[in-house]
């Protein structure tokens, strides 16, 4: 069964970069295509964009089209999600997922913070 | 890309209610649809995928039903752990798109 760690709590100013991991284990870890979805405090779930690391396919969603970077290390099994130009409506709780078409599992999440 | 809207935002119900909640697209999904339970602080968690089908581990007081453009998931009598909020997700675009939630709380 594969499980999904993420990286830890982030801080950071507005304009800046933030890479967060997150290491699959289990199961049939090298073979899973990763999602990630973020959660902004007290709204819903956006979809941000999605890897397939055995084919290096990546697919981004149009509005984070040039400031979202998506990219794996396969030798790990850790995928990397790396936003750019960061503004204060980007602090939320980013999340790795499965992507089977639906996702599961889940990462833990990783709250990022973007403050002056 | 293809809008989705839940109703209703919110909903207070009792244990061992029966509730309704809907979802709908702006375009047809077929049964691309799934359905995430989410609880403060935590990840979400998949309910019912392809419209209708349990996730591993769902009891089956949930079920799924819908196709083309109206989806809904019934609960048939809440239990103290269901409250939560519950989002859909249509994957029939290869972009992803997620209903705004429904919270169902405790009356």
């Known amino acids: 069964q594969v499980q999904l760690v993420q990286s830890g709590a982030e801080v950071k100013k507005p304009g800046s970069s933030v890479k967060v991991s997150c290491k699959a284990s289990?199961?049939?870890?090298?073979?899973?295509?990763v999602s990630w979805v973020r959660q902004a405090p007290g709204h819903g779930l956006e979809w941000l964009g999605r890897i397939v690391p055995f084919l290096n396919i990546i697919t981004y969603a149009e509005k984070f089209e040039g400031r979202l970077t998506l990219t794996a290390d396969k030798s790990t099994t850790t995928v990397y999600m790396d936003l750019s130009s960061l503004r204060s409506d980007d602090t939320a709780v980013y999340y790795c997922?499965?992507?089977?078409?639906?996702?599961?599992?889940w990462g833990q999440g990783t709250r990022v913070t973007v403050s002056s | 890309d293809i809008h989705m809207t839940q109703s209703p935002s919110s909903l207070s119900a009792s244990v061992g209610d029966r509730v309704t909640l809907t979802c709908r697209a702006s375009q047809d999904i077929r049964n691309s649809l799934a359905w995430y339970q989410q609880k403060p602080g935590k990840a979400p968690k998949v309910v019912v995928y392809a419209a209708s089908r349990l996730a591993s581990g769902v009891p089956s007081r949930f079920n799924g039903s819908g196709s083309g453009t109206d989806h809904t998931l019934t609960i048939s009598s809440l239990q103290t752990e269901d409250f939560a909020t519950y989002y859909c997700?249509?994957?029939?675009?290869?972009?992803?798109?997620f209903g705004q939630g429904t919270r169902l709380e405790i009356k």
């Open positions: 289990g199961g049939t870890s090298t073979s899973l295509t």
């Open positions: 997700q249509q994957y029939y675009s290869t972009l992803i798109t």
């Open positions: 997922a499965g992507d089977v078409n639906w996702f599961d599992p």
